[in-house]
Nanobody, 113 residues
């Protein structure tokens, strides 16, 4: 099974930007749907962005227009570009297949002044 390692998180002020990176341990070219998920303490993990093999993407309403998901099937990478970040975007972000398989460690994003 392909495993994922997320990176790129950090502390950013409201209105700022971050790009998260996800490196897969194997090929993602046969994985139809990849996704970014996030989780805050005490809440269930939720999907915020999905992208299919041919590039079509969909987003949860709270991030639509601010987040953009990209996939690189050649280099087996997944990205999440996040703009106009809000305090409510604070969470641990994970990448995975959709439906999800083995979870990685995630990367913490904190939006605070």
């Amino acid at each position: 099974q392909v495993q994922f390692v997320e990176s790129g998180g950090g502390l950013v002020q409201p209105g700022g930007s971050l790009t998260l990176t996800c490196a897969a341990s194997g090929s993602i070219s046969s994985i139809v749907t990849m996704a970014w998920y996030r989780q805050v303490p005490g809440k269930e993990r939720e999907s915020v962005a999905r992208i299919v093999l041919w590039g079509a993407a969909s987003y949860e309403d709270a991030v639509k227009g601010r987040f953009t998901i990209f996939r690189d099937n050649h280099d087996n990478m997944l990205y999440l570009s996040m703009n106009d970040l809000k305090p409510e975007d604070t969470a641990v972000y994970y990448c995975n297949e959709d439906p999800p398989n083995i979870w990685g460690q995630g990367t913490q994003v904190t939006v605070s002044s």
